[in-house]
């Protein structure tokens, strides 16, 4: 049966276990988290010593699994096995036959991470209804804030919303990276903390000036001068500010002013549905899509296309990344 991450912790949670999980997909961090849950909580300490068995993927086989998971466990009502790396395991399709008929004194967990399994082959078929299927998979962008967001309140924290975007600017959409900063975070701040800018500066070691969302709200102001600090700063630190890194943010950002224009309704409640960006960000949207007439949007986003193919080589054979983006920032102010 397929469920979600949140039914399957609430079962686990309430003691309610299946014979055998098949944790799929190329998000890692949910596979990871009720990986650890099981193998934290289903077992008390004592238990464990006889009655967990972890596996690694590359290391092991479809007969291994199946020795181990048919044993009955020693002093308790429960044993844990666990295959992580589980999409290096070679014949992994042989444990249909196990999964066909699964131990119920056995909770048999298959991370099988990076990418997700055939639906069509028999142990997904058999897993599917013997037990659970969970499928991760990756966040798109735009959904990486409220993650964000939703992930710290959990933790009894709350972060601002320039805050929220420099974290979701900086790391990307690995879950599992943005998790371990946040995590790191907490530790110096007090629960109930509001995570700000200057936390993130200080802490992390994320510029609160000299990042993609600050060159934004500086193209948005036309702030020439500003634009370019930031855009030397970038170029003194390349590893940490690639250039195809910035030109995805302002592609984002002038793709969200060119659905602006052509929204018929442009209250703040419904822009903000649309282009799917926190509320307290309109003031900059409404700001940007007046200096950005329809046209001009068009113009940049074609300008942003040409630079991306000319930072990967295309039609460029030797400008810099620094004199590139410098190129670009001109052509969009001007």
């Known amino acids: 049966m397929a469920k979600s991450f949140d039914q399957i912790l609430s079962d686990l949670k309430n003691r309610k276990f299946a014979p055998i999980y098949l ?10 988290r009720i990986t650890q849950y099981i193998a934290d909580h289903v077992l008390t300490a004592d238990e464990k010593s006889f009655n967990q068995i972890i596996l690694y993927g590359k290391d092991t086989d479809a007969t291994t699994v199946d020795m181990a998971a048919r044993r009955f466990p020693m ?3 429960h044993q844990v096995v666990i295959v992580k790396e589980a999409q290096d395991m070679k014949k992994i399709e042989d444990l249909q036959f196990y999964a066909s008929s699964p131990n119920p004194s056995t909770i048999l967990v298959l991370a099988h991470k990076h990418k997700s399994y055939d639906k069509k082959r028999k ?18 962008d735009n959904q990486i804030p409220g993650w964000i967001d939703k992930y710290i309140k959990e933790q009894n924290y709350q972060i601002t919303p320039v805050a929220c975007s420099l974290l979701s600017e900086f790391l ?14 907490r530790i110096s701040l007090p629960q109930g903390s509001q995570i700000t800018p200057e936390h993130i500066e200080q802490n992390i070691g994320i510029s609160k000036e000299f990042n993609n969302f600050e060159l934004i709200a500086a193209i948005t102001q036309r702030d020439v001068l500003k634009a370019n600090r930031i855009i030397n700063y970038f170029g003194s630190n390349q590893k940490d500010y690639p250039i195809f890194v910035t030109i995805s943010s302002l592609f984002g950002f002038f793709s969200k002013i060119l659905l602006y224009h052509f929204t018929p309704d442009k209250s703040d409640k419904n822009l903000a549905t649309v282009l799917q960006v926190n509320p307290y960000f309109m003031k900059d949207y409404h700001t940007a899509a007046k200096r950005f007439i329809p046209k001009k949007t068009v113009e940049i986003i074609g300008y942003l296309r040409e630079y991306d193919l000319k930072c990967k080589g295309v039609n460029n054979v030797s400008t810099s990344p620094h004199d590139l983006l410098r190129e670009l920032i001109f052509k969009i102010l001007h």
């Open 75 to 77: 002093m308790s009502q």
């Open 123 to 140: 142990l997904y078929k058999a897993i599917d209804d013997k037990g659970v299927v969970f499928e991760s998979k990756k966040l798109y």
């Open 23 to 32: 944790l799929m997909g190329d998000e890692a961090f949910y596979i990871d």
């Open 172 to 185: 990307g959409n690995d879950l599992n990276k943005i998790a371990n900063e946040i995590d790191k975070l």
